[in-house]
């Protein structure tokens, strides 16, 4: 299978760590976003990666998708329980991991507009995103190991990925004075061979 992305996408790399956690071969294609029209769109036709293109030829998207669909093709090192409310209970975990991403995101393409062209309003209800969104995680993080059982799972894998890309594209972000919880989470899930092998600044 092929992965269509980009080294530095937490969506991606939360892909990138499920495949590698999962011992599934793939073939990351990283040249699909420039162009015009730009490759992506032939395979997901709102043109965000990631993508998965299956052998059969049939394109996957959007990561929630691709995660849940990787976890189901391969036994080895289950990420989403089997009852509906445990499995749930990860996949909201995902939702909101993802959601403070695309808070993030807006943030970052709002802060490449023209300075006059920017929404001090906007930036802020972003914001407001992604510090509740923390703060919520925190909470109900409290003093166990992992977010949503006794092992790590796709909850942990998609909080890891947000928080370190918070790391990489708001660095002044001081998440971790914030919530040392999930800094203790962030530290474990950082000597996992699966993310030490998928940093976005290599
Ligand atoms: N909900 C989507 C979000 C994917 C996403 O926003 N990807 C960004 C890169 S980080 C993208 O492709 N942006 C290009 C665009 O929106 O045109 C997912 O989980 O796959």
């Not at 699909?32 to 998965?52: D, V």
């Not at 939702?95 to 062209?117: H, S």
């Amino acid at each position: 299978m092929k992965l269509l992305g980009s080294i530095t996408s937490p969506f991606v790399r939360k892909v990138r760590v499920v495949l590698l956690e999962k011992h599934i071969d793939f073939e990351l294609v990283t040249d699909c976003m420039t162009g015009n029209p730009p490759p992506i769109e032939q395979y997901n036709p709102l043109g965000k990666i990631p993508a998965l293109v299956l052998d059969d030829g049939l394109c996957l998207f959007d990561s929630q998708v691709i995660t849940e669909y990787l976890d189901g093709v391969s036994p080895v090192g289950h990420l989403l329980p089997d009852p509906t409310r445990e499995r749930i209970l990860v996949k909201r975990w995902e939702a909101l991991a993802d959601g403070i991403l695309e808070a993030g995101v807006a943030i970052v393409l709002e802060l490449r507009r023209p300075e006059q062209e920017r929404s001090p309003a906007w930036v802020e209800r972003q914001r407001g995103k992604m510090d509740r969104g923390l703060a919520q995680m925190s909470r109900e993080l409290g003093q166990r190991a992992w977010c949503t059982s006794d092992a790590m799972n796709l909850s942990d894998i998609a909080t890891g990925c947000m928080l370190f890309w918070l790391d990489f594209r708001f660095p002044d972000l001081d998440w971790r004075e914030r919530h040392p919880n999930l800094g203790g989470l962030a530290k474990k899930l950082a000597q996992r061979k699966s993310f030490k092998e998928t940093p976005p600044n290599p």
